[in-house]
């Protein structure tokens, strides 16, 4: 065989807000053969992660971090590199991952100011104002989507806001669940710290924390008093190891994830250099999000996030109708091939469910994934004793039948 | 075309001491499709690998830790639980990653005594007595094969030490060149916590975090006095989700490696379940490593180690021959497609090159990677202007058809 022929297994969709559908080259490159992390041949390939990694949020300089680890490691690596004992810091908080923001860089020893919100809001503006006017915050955290409500921070309010308020407060964009679904403008909206990972809009497998420090934020974490006091989470460890990715030889530190760097390479190349351009990716999410939720609330249901205008376009949060929980609907969805993730928030747990649209399923309109994930949902709430009403599209061929 | 047919691209050998030639078995399953990090599906795959993974280092309620990150992050895990800020600990230092682990500990807190050795050799059984003597250290810890060296420690002697002059002395062996391809009797030995890695001896892609801890090291760790001071390798929050993932449901902490979490499957079902046996295999390292040095030393060259006794079965640290550099022999056996490793221990770090041969190298013998290792080198040596002598096999030959 020809692995140009290469064709992941038969399976079940894919629609969590993470991990993601991956294409047939991404799985490929996951499965290159060995690779010396240190040779000629593999270098330029982290090198080029690298400059596209860039790409994807729009900077110039800002420096990219990439780690074999979790999404969480990056919440470590800011803790670790930019705080210093007893600093204070600023958290937004808008669903689960900032309580855990928060955890994290209390256990390395932050003094942490929380600024909370209704489930599905956001803190405004005049919070956040407020707030930064009433201490000095070494940084200001925020989640762009929280997995958990699908909650959507406005990023180029708040990065504003503290420009206006606070500036010498680092920004930290938590993107795991938006870099490569949502617009980041790093450098035009001022962010210091984007926080990402690989398997959701990146649209690759788990395993690797994909982060980039502003100039600023490397000068801020140059002039610490005190040591990292950690190791595999040191930037002092990384910096020169990321730069000789970029102009080798390679140096060491840890062994990177060689397999899964060729496959971000391969989602990377499709994300920054073939059709859709970022631009029509960002547009393409925005507009399956819109048929989903339109969809949804035709059929009478809610959604978490207060307002459509604060709600991700890479994943929707929706409520169950009244009457239903998770094993009403879940299995029957699986049964039919869907796999969609439960409540993830504490306080509304049982009361929703989370549909992933982001990557392939969005940007690859031959899939018909979307359709796939309407047609279960519709089907799948109909035998749970819901009766949907017909959708705009159906509505509209009635019609014409009718004339 | 059939996955099943899945054969990697053509590519160099790879037989460097990390990472190592992976199986198609493996890396088709590092192409599997997304799926849900909890779901029902995958659990019982995780599962598996904690209960293979105690298999391999012969334990039966130690308790492991399959993290996304790469092998140093296992050394994170250990200072972050189980040391408190000012807390003894003693490192045997038998190369490169004994400094290492060092510079780990202490940027954790840790009070650090060392013991050195000449290089290519490893602290003794009375400095290790004596030091353990002169106060009491929360923890020991042991490379067991240093990377840089190829030092072998012995395992066996260290944790008896420990256990007669100071038994309450938490024992860790820094498995991360030695799990899979040396011997190690983890419950029968009395060691507290193995520290491992994917991409060495256990044959997988680099990018998974291999680790167990004793019932004893969790305890110790249960009864820290201060808070955990980092998130990320906080066993606190990862406890619960290997329990899970042996009895799940799963529950949710950071999203793990999905894909690596598969290809490891496959490894360790073809560690533990597969022909060779888990004796057989360390044997066949130990023959292959035998028949490796027994030639290099045959051709006249030396070993970092300074006794073959205290040499690692899964790689070979060779001295070039007297007026040779590493660009005089890496090129033309790269040329041969033979990728090896250069020197990495700083004080003698021109002086000599690596072999790996750990994994399908050593135990699929139907490679003949022993041999292409072999062929390659002689021949390279000969065009870099030395005369190796016949081999032992040759000269045997020779002696049969003059007979």
Chains 1, 2 share one sequence.
Not at 113 to 132: D, H, N, R, W, Y
Not at 358 to 365: L, Q, R, S, W
């Amino acid at each position: 065989m020809s692995n140009s022929s290469f064709k992941q297994e038969e399976h079940k969709l894919l629609v969590i807000p993470g991990p993601i559908e991956v294409s047939d080259d991404v799985l490929l490159a996951n499965a290159h053969p060995s690779m010396s992390h240190v040779s000629p041949a593999f270098a330029p390939v982290f090198g080029d992660c690298i400059r596209m990694t860039r790409e994807v949020v729009f900077t110039k300089d800002a420096q990219p971090f990439l780690i074999a680890g979790s999404g969480t490691l990056g919440w470590d690596l800011v803790a670790a590199n930019l705080v210093e004992q007893g600093e204070d810091v600023l958290v937004l908080n808008s669903g689960y991952f900032g309580d855990s923001f928060a955890d994290c860089l209390e256990a390395y020893g932050a003094q942490v100011t929380q600024i909370g919100a209704p489930v599905g809001g956001a803190p405004t503006k005049e919070e956040i104002t407020k707030s930064l006017r009433s201490k000095k915050f070494k940084l200001l955290t925020f989640t762009h989507v929280d997995t958990s409500t699908g909650v959507l921070s406005d990023a180029k309010m708040i990065a504003e806001t503290v420009k206006e308020v606070s500036p010498d407060t680092l920004v930290v964009l938590d993107g795991v669940c938006s870099v490569a679904s949502e617009e980041i403008q790093m450098d035009a909206w001022g962010i210091d710290v984007v926080i990402g990972a690989s398997q959701k809009g990146l649209g690759v497998p788990p395993g690797l924390s994909v982060s980039l420090a502003s100039q600023k934020a490397l000068e801020v974490f140059k002039s610490r008093k005190t040591r990292v006091s950690a190791y595999y989470a040191s930037w002092a460890k990384w910096l020169p190891v990321m730069k000789s990715y970029e102009t080798p030889p390679a140096t060491y530190f840890a062994t990177p994830p060689v397999q899964l760097i060729y496959a971000f390479h391969a989602s990377l190349s499709a994300i920054t250099k073939a059709s859709p351009s970022l631009p029509e990716r960002f547009a393409a999410h925005k507009a399956a999000s819109k048929k989903i939720k339109d969809t949804l609330e035709e059929w009478g249901l809610g959604f978490i996030p207060l307002s459509r205008d604060a709600s991700a376009n890479g994943m929707t949060a929706a409520k169950f109708p009244a009457g239903l929980k998770a094993p009403d609907l879940l299995p029957k969805l699986l049964a039919k091939g869907v796999v969609m993730a439960a409540g993830l928030h504490k306080e509304v747990k049982d009361m929703y469910f989370r549909i992933g649209h982001m990557g392939i399923t969005v940007t690859d309109p031959t899939r018909g994934d979307v359709d796939t994930i309407l047609k279960a949902l519709k089907e799948s709430l109909t035998e749970a004793g819901l009766e949907p009403p017909p959708s705009m599209a159906e509505a509209v061929l009635e019609l014409k039948v009718v004339l």
